[in-house]
C-alpha cells in the first residue's frame, strides 16, 4: 500500500472478547482460509499462529496484541489480535484507539461475560462498527438466540442475525441470501452453498423478519419492498445493513465453531461488506500547539500525523507500532513528537515495515490508514503523535491505567543489579501499565502493575528474553488518603539564611483550607488567594511557587504519607513581605499551613476496590459464595444459567491476593474471574 492505494479496500479489524472465548482459534482459521497462513495453529497444542510469545505459549493465553494481515476478496484485511485477561486490558485499549471497526466474540454456551462488557465499553468509547460472532455453537448447551438476547439486555446492543448456525448439519444459513452454506474439505475450507430447504426457511422466518427490519429502517426503497411482502434483492439488503453497521445502530451477529471450522467464512466475507474502510470513519482530530483543533481528512498528501499505540522490542531492537491518519512516511523522514511542555523531540524514522505477526517485511511508504512498524525511533512511546517538523500535532492520548498492586523487586545475584534496571526499563516503554518506584523509606525497588497475573508474566520475560532470575517480596497494593474533615492551617516563615556571604532573610505567612470532597472527585487544587497588603500581586513564580506548593503537599497524606484524593485543597490568603517574599518563601508557607491544616483534618485510608464477575459451575456455588462472603465482598447480582453460575460483587484488593488459586481449587479449576479497578474506598 502506498500513495494512491485504494484505502477502499483495507479493513483495520480487531477481535476482542472475553478470556477463552475463542478469539485465537477463530484467528487461526481467519488467516487460514485467506491464505495467510499454511497450517491452522491450534491453541491446546501451542501452536497458534499469533501467540508468538514463550509466555502466552506456556500460558495459553494471548499477551501481546500482534497485528496480522490478510488477503480476502481483494481486499487487505489489518488485523489485532487482543488479549482478554482483564490484567491487559491497556493492549484492548491502544488496539481498539487505532481500529476502524471490530469483531466481539462470544462463547455460545456462555453469551456475554464479564469481560465482554469491558471490551464492549471500549469500543463504544470509539464508537467503533462492531459484528459479533457467537463461537463454540458444537458445545452442548449452546443457545444462538440466548447469546444473542444477552447482547441486548447486558450490552445495551441491537443484535440482529445474518447467519445462523445448524453444527448437527455443519452448516449456517445465510439469512440474506437464503443459502444453506457446507464447510468441507479438511479443515472446513471448501465453503459450498446451496438454496436453503423450505423448512429450515420456514423455521428461520423470525430472524430473517428481524434482518430486514433492521436492514429497511437504513433505507427506504428497501422499506417499500420489505413492507410490502416482497423479496428484496441481496445486494441491497447488504448496503442497508453496511449503513447501519456504519452509523453504530446494529450490531450483525454470526454463528459458527472456531474449532470445527464452521461459519467463519461469513464472518470475513461480512468484514468486507459490513465493516469501515478507514475512509469511513469520522476523521481524527488533533491540537494543535497554539490549542486549536484540526480534524484530518484521510488522505496521503498532507502533513504526516501519526499515533504510536505500541512499542516492542524485536530481536533486541526498538520498534513502534503506529497508525498513519494522515500524509505519506517513507525510510530516513524525520518527524517530531510534541510533548505536554510544548517541547518538540526530533525523531528520524530508519525503516518501515508491514506488521505481521512474526515476520516483517520492509515498505518504500506507507501512507494514511495504514499500520506500520517503525524502527529507528528512540524516544516515540505509546500514545505519541509522530508529525512532520513543519505542523506539530497532537492526537488524542490513550488513556493510562492504575497499576494497583506493587512487588519488591531484586535480582537473585547482587551483580544483575543494573541489568535489572535496563531490563525493566525496556519493559516499561513496551507497557505503560507497568512502573518501577523506589520506596523512599525502606530503599527497595517496588514494581506496579495491575494484577498478579500481569507482573508473574514479567518475571517469566525477565527470566527468559534477559536471563534475569528475580526474586520477589509479597505482593502490596496501592492505597491512598483522603481527609476525615474540613480544617484551616495558618503558617508564617521568618527565617535567615545565608547566599554567596550574605545574609538573606525569607517571609511569608499563608493560610489554608482543606476538605473531603465525594469519592471519584479526585483532587481539586485552587491557588488564587487573596494577596496582603491589599493592592498587591503575585508575580508570575511566586504564583507558580504557590501551586506548586499546594500540589506537592498533596502527594503526603496526613495519616500513613499516601497520596492524597478526593479533597479539596484552597490556599485562601497569602501576606507579603517585599523582597524577603521571595518564591521559597511562599512555598515554604503554604506548605506548612496545608500540612497543620490536613493534620487538623486527620486522614482515612483508601484502598483498591475492584469489581470483580465470577464464572463457575452452579454445583460450586455455594461454596464460593461463601468463599467471598468470607472476603467481606458485596454481592451485587448473582444469575444461574445453563448449569453455569455468575455472580458481581465488589471487594478490597487486599482481599483477593491469591483469588486465581483459591477459585481454581473451589471449583476443582472450572471456575474464572475477572477484576477491573473500580475506586479508591474505604470498603
Ligand atoms: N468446543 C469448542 N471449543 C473451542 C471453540 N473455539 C475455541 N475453543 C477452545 O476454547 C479454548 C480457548 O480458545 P482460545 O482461542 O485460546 O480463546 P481466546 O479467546 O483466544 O483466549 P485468550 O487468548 O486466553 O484470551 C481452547 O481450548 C479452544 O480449543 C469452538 O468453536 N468449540
Not at 497485528?67 to 485477561?85: A, C, E, F, M, N
Not at 488564587?528 to 503575585?538: D, F, I, T, W, Y
Not at 482481599?655 to 471449583?667: E, H, I, K
Request: aromatic share 4%; glycine share 10%; hydrophobic share 40%.
Amino acid at each position: 500500500m502506498s500513495k494512491g492505494h485504494d484505502l477502499s479496500r483495507v479493513r483495520n479489524i480487531g477481535i476482542a472478547a472475553h478470556v477463552d472465548a475463542g478469539k485465537t482459534t477463530l484467528t487461526e482459521r481467519l488467516l487460514f482460509y485467506s491464505g495467510a497462513s499454511h497450517k491452522i495453529g491450534e491453541v491446546h497444542d501451542g501452536q497458534a499462529h499469533m501467540d508468538y510469545l514463550a509466555e502466552e505459549q506456556a500460558h495459553g493465553i494471548t499477551i501481546m496484541s500482534a497485528v496480522t494481515k490478510l488477503p480476502w476478496r481483494d481486499h487487505v484485511l489489518q488485523l489485532i489480535d487482543t488479549p482478554g485477561h482483564v490484567d491487559f486490558t491497556i493492549e484492548v485499549e491502544r488496539s481498539m484507539r487505532v481500529l476502524d471497526g471490530c469483531i466481539v466474540v462470544l462463547d455460545g454456551v456462555r453469551g456475554v461475560e464479564p469481560q465482554t462488557e469491558t471490551v464492549w465499553r471500549q469500543r463504544s468509547r470509539f464508537n467503533l462498527p462492531t459484528l459479533f460472532f457467537v463461537n463454540k455453537m458444537d458445545r452442548p448447551g449452546a443457545d444462538y438466540a440466548h447469546a444473542l438476547e444477552t447482547v441486548r439486555k447486558q450490552l445495551g446492543g441491537e443484535p440482529v442475525p445474518v447467519t445462523v448456525p445448524f453444527p448437527g448439519r455443519n452448516a449456517v444459513v445465510n439469512l440474506v441470501t437464503g443459502e444453506l452454506l457446507g464447510f468441507g474439505g479438511d479443515q472446513g475450507e471448501t465453503m459450498t452453498g446451496e438454496t436453503c430447504d423450505p423448512a429450515t426457511w420456514e423455521s428461520l422466518a423470525g430472524a430473517r423478519e428481524t434482518l430486514l427490519l433492521a436492514a429497511a429502517e437504513a433505507d427506504e426503497a428497501l422499506a417499500e419492498v420489505v413492507l410490502s411482502g416482497g423479496r428484496p434483492e441481496p445486494e441491497q439488503v447488504w448496503s442497508a445493513l453496511r449503513t447501519a453497521t456504519l452509523g453504530g445502530r446494529i450490531h450483525p451477529c454470526f454463528g459458527g465453531s472456531a474449532l470445527r471450522n464452521l461459519g467463519v467464512q461469513p464472518v470475513l466475507d461480512a468484514v468486507v461488506r459490513l465493516l469501515p474502510s478507514p475512509q469511513d470513519r469520522p476523521p481524527a482530530t488533533a491540537r494543535r500547539t497554539d490549542g486549536g483543533t484540526v480534524t484530518l481528512p484521510m488522505e496521503p498528501e498532507g502533513c504526516l500525523a501519526a499515533l504510536a499505540f505500541k512499542v516492542q522490542m524485536w530481536e533486541g531492537r526498538r520498534h513502534v507500532f503506529t497508525r498513519i491518519y494522515r500524509g505519506t512516511l517513507r525510510p530516513g523522514d524525520p518527524v517530531v513528537i510534541p510533548r505536554p511542555d510544548g517541547s518538540l523531540v526530533q525523531e528520524r524514522v530508519a525503516r518501515l515495515f508491514d506488521v505481521d505477526a512474526h515476520q516483517k517485511n520492509r515498505m518504500d511508504e506507507a501512507s494514511a490508514g495504514q499500520i506500520v512498524l517503525l524502527a529507528g525511533l528512540r524516544h516515540a512511546s505509546t500514545g505519541d503523535t509522530l508529525c512532520c517538523p513543519e505542523e506539530p500535532l497532537t492526537l488524542e492520548r490513550i488513556e493510562a491505567l492504575e497499576p494497583v498492586l506493587g512487588l519488591a523487586v531484586e535480582p537473585a545475584s547482587a551483580q544483575d543489579e543494573e541489568k535489572l534496571l535496563e531490563a525493566l526499563d525496556k519493559l516499561q516503554q513496551e507497557d505503560p501499565t507497568l512502573r518501577l518506584f523506589e520506596d523512599q523509606e525502606t530503599g527497595q525497588r517496588v514494581l506496579r502493575g495491575m494484577g498478579e497475573l500481569h507482573l508473574q508474566i514479567v518475571f517469566e520475560r525477565l527470566e527468559r528474553e534477559f536471563g534475569l532470575r528475580v526474586r520477589a517480596g509479597r505482593p502490596e497494593v496501592v492505597r491512598r488518603e483522603t481527609l476525615a474533615g474540613s480544617a484551616e492551617g495558618e503558617a508564617s516563615i521568618q527565617r535567615l539564611f545565608e547566599q554567596e556571604h550574605r545574609q538573606l532573610e525569607l517571609r511569608a505567612d499563608a493560610r489554608v483550607s482543606v476538605t473531603p470532597l465525594e469519592r471519584g472527585a479526585g483532587l481539586v487544587t485552587e491557588s488564587n488567594p487573596v494577596v496582603l497588603p491589599e493592592g498587591q500581586q503575585l508575580s508570575p513564580l511566586q504564583a507558580e511557587a504557590v501551586a506548586a506548593a499546594a500540589r506537592d503537599a498533596a502527594l503526603t497524606g496526613p495519616l500513613a504519607g499516601y497520596p492524597l484524593q478526593d479533597v479539596q485543597i484552597r490556599v485562601e490568603q497569602v501576606t507579603l513581605y517585599g523582597a524577603p517574599s521571595a518564591p521559597p518563601a511562599l512555598y515554604q508557607a503554604v506548605s506548612t499551613a496545608i500540612r497543620k491544616a490536613m493534620a487538623n483534618a486527620g486522614g482515612i485510608l483508601l484502598r483498591p476496590i475492584m469489581a470483580v464477575e465470577v464464572v463457575v459451575p452452579e454445583e460450586n456455588f455455594g461454596s464460593v459464595l461463601g468463599d467471598l462472603q468470607s472476603r467481606q465482598a458485596t454481592i451485587q447480582a448473582s444469575a444461574i444459567h445453563g448449569g453455569t453460575a455468575t455472580a458481581r460483587c465488589t471487594c478490597a484488593l487486599d482481599r483477593l491476593l491469591g483469588y486465581t488459586t483459591d477459585l481454581r481449587s473451589l471449583t476443582h479449576g472450572r471456575g474464572q474471574f475477572t477484576m477491573r479497578f473500580e475506586r479508591f474506598d474505604t470498603e
